[in-house]
């Protein structure tokens, strides 16, 4: 398991009150929720980031989708 470490942050009184809600709602505290939130974030801007680079690489090799191939996707 790794070291867990402390964070500081602000929020505005109507995101903790919903944080705070949500938190007694599913029975879990404030760390649990703000922590599954920012791994569900960090998941999602490695997707994007890996699926740019993906696009780049596709991109200087030159290997773009034939007019007919467009042609047939927008014709769905």
Do not use: C, P
């Amino acid at each position: 398991m790794s070291k867990k470490l402390g964070v500081s942050l602000r929020l505005e009184e109507e995101k903790i009150e919903q944080l705070d809600s949500l938190a007694k709602a599913t029975h879990r505290d404030r760390s649990f929720l703000i922590s599954e939130a920012i791994d569900n974030y960090l998941e999602v801007q490695q997707w994007q980031i890996n699926h740019i680079k993906n696009a780049i690489q596709q991109a200087d090799m030159k290997d773009f989708a034939s007019a007919d191939a467009i042609k047939r996707i927008l014709s769905k």
